[in-house]
């Protein structure tokens, strides 16, 4: 079945450290995306890539990197720059391009420091 | 103000009742998603407009351009359908806008 993988679904980290989440899709979408949920407030886009090896800030991309060497893969680092990581990290998918092309998402992962 | 606005945050409702849950948003926003979150946390796309009704089983979505209005109903709730109600609105780049969410609760 076609969809979306992310892992883990629960990450801790320590102060300090860096952590990959991984996102993983196999509907040969183009376009892929990293969004952030906090309690209570709406998904803010971290990433966003439309084609392999390119990729663009979102409205919170402060602390964040990410890469897009592979079309099925968009991993996100958190690095330690980021001070409040603690959230729900969800991945998505589209056509870019398309006209009326619904997102898919993955399960998300929740992320909590130690 | 929140480019996306969704009312009301909570709905709690018997069993069977009609559901409606509102989504008004500003101008630049081409499209409007309709995303449905379960408490495991994982999104699933409802639906994806940009003008008059769409309809899927007992879920309905509408919207009014001229009104910058977007509405989703649901039919003969269920239980089941308890879950977060989130609409989003397409700024273009396949950049989306969020609204907060609407939590629905159906008790049976």
């Known amino acids: 079945d076609g969809g979306i993988t992310q892992s883990p679904k629960y990450l801790f980290r320590k102060e300090g450290q860096n952590v990959t989440l991984s996102c993983e899709q196999n509907?040969?979408?183009?376009?892929m995306y990293w969004y952030r949920q906090d309690p209570g407030q709406g998904l803010r886009l971290i990433y966003y890539?439309?084609?392999?090896?390119?990729?663009q800030k979102g409205d919170i991309a402060e602390g964040y990197s990410v890469s897009r060497e592979k079309k099925e893969s968009f991993p996100l680092t958190v690095t330690s720059a980021q001070k409040n990581p603690t959230a729900f990290y969800l991945c998505?998918?589209?056509?870019?391009?398309?006209?009326?092309?619904?997102?898919?998402f993955g399960s998300g992962t929740q992320l909590s420091v130690l | 103000k929140n480019e996306v606005e969704q009312s009301p945050q909570n709905l709690t409702a018997q069993e069977g009742e009609f559901i409606t849950i509102n989504c008004s948003y500003s101008v630049g926003i081409s499209a409007l998603h309709w995303l449905q979150q379960h408490p495991g946390g994982g999104i699933v796309s409802l639906f994806m407009l940009s003008s008059g009704k769409k309809k899927h089983g007992r879920l309905i979505a509408t919207i009014n351009i001229q009104e910058k209005h977007s509405s989703l109903h649901i039919t003969a709730s269920h239980p089941r359908d308890s879950a977060v109600y989130i609409c989003a609105g397409e700024q273009g780049a396949q950049k989306l806008v969020f609204g907060q969410g609407t939590r629905l609760t159906i008790n049976p």
């Open positions: 890539s439309q084609i392999v090896n390119d990729f």
């Open positions: 998505a998918s589209s056509n870019a391009g398309a006209i009326n092309e619904k997102l898919f």
């Open positions: 509907l040969n979408h183009d376009a």
